[in-house]
């Protein structure tokens, strides 16, 4: 169980970031995400998964798209109110020490991205980050992430702040100029399907953090499964960091 201490905040179009406080709970790895019972009742009855977006010091904060009734209900609640909330679970990236790291997130699949940068860059590590949106008004945090990485680079589908374009764009010119020792994604499934793709030439790990729905977020319901070419593996508990080069992409973009 957990405890909201603040109101919800509105951090770009249909977006909020709420900050949590468990009664008792591990200090997560980046990449874990946490499982919230949006209702007391049965509708919505299953719980809703999200990216743990910071931490410190027993706080957990996380950002919530509103997209349907259960985080509809989450941007109503109030500071105070209890949350029938599950976590850390899954497993986080892999950190490394020092070196240099690329970070390429589409979306509200920024949100995992966040704490793994500024861990990375507590370590010493030199950090890309290429942040995605469709357009200005889904931006969210911008200065936080450009305070805390060692570089920032924006782009917008629209063209109506940074670039114009994909970030997978920026991905691609920044692998052709530099070399990089690890290569974190998370996003859009397509996006995430092509910066993996791009960066196929590189000989650093790539490491993506799956946006499959989350049943149970314990492994029991096996809803998020993806293919690897050793077996299936349930992103849940397998992931939801995964190896990019090790998942069978058309069996997650059903063979687009």
């Not at 743990?52 to 609640?77: C, N, P």
């Not at 979306?107 to 290429?130: C, H, I, K, Q």
């Not at 000989?203 to 314990?218: K, Q």
Request: aromatic share 8%; charged share 25%; with cysteine.
């Amino acid at each position: 169980m957990a405890r909201l201490i603040d109101n919800p905040l509105t951090v770009a179009k249909d977006h909020i970031l709420l900050r949590l406080r468990f009664d008792d709970a591990p200090a997560p790895s980046p990449g874990q995400f946490i499982n919230i019972r949006t209702a007391a009742f049965t509708d919505p009855l299953v719980r809703r998964p999200f990216s743990i977006f910071d931490y410190w010091e027993g706080t957990f904060e996380i950002v919530v798209r509103l997209i349907g009734r259960g985080t509809r209900l989450l941007g109503e609640m109030r500071a105070g109110a209890e949350v029938d909330a599950l976590g850390p679970l899954g497993n986080g990236f892999t950190l490394i020490e020092g070196g240099r790291a690329l970070l390429v997130g589409g979306g509200v699949g920024n949100a995992p991205l966040f704490y793994l940068a500024r861990e990375l860059e507590r370590r010493g590590t030199v950090t890309d980050y290429v942040y995605g949106a469709r357009s200005t008004d889904l931006i969210y945090q911008r200065e936080r992430f450009a305070s805390t990485v060692s570089r920032f680079h924006l782009s917008t589908d629209d063209g109506s702040e940074g670039r114009r374009g994909y970030c997978t764009e920026i991905g691609r010119e920044l692998l052709k100029r530099g070399v990089y020792d690890r290569i974190y994604v998370c996003g859009p499934t397509p996006m995430m399907e092509g910066m993996v793709r791009i960066a196929s030439e590189s000989p650093a790990p790539v490491e993506v953090s799956m946006e499959n729905y989350f049943g149970c977020g314990i492994g029991l319901c096996s809803g998020c499964t993806v293919e690897t070419p050793s077996g299936l593996r349930r992103a849940c508990v397998d992931g939801p960091v995964m190896d990019g080069r090790e998942i069978l992409w058309d069996s997650v973009s059903g063979g687009r």
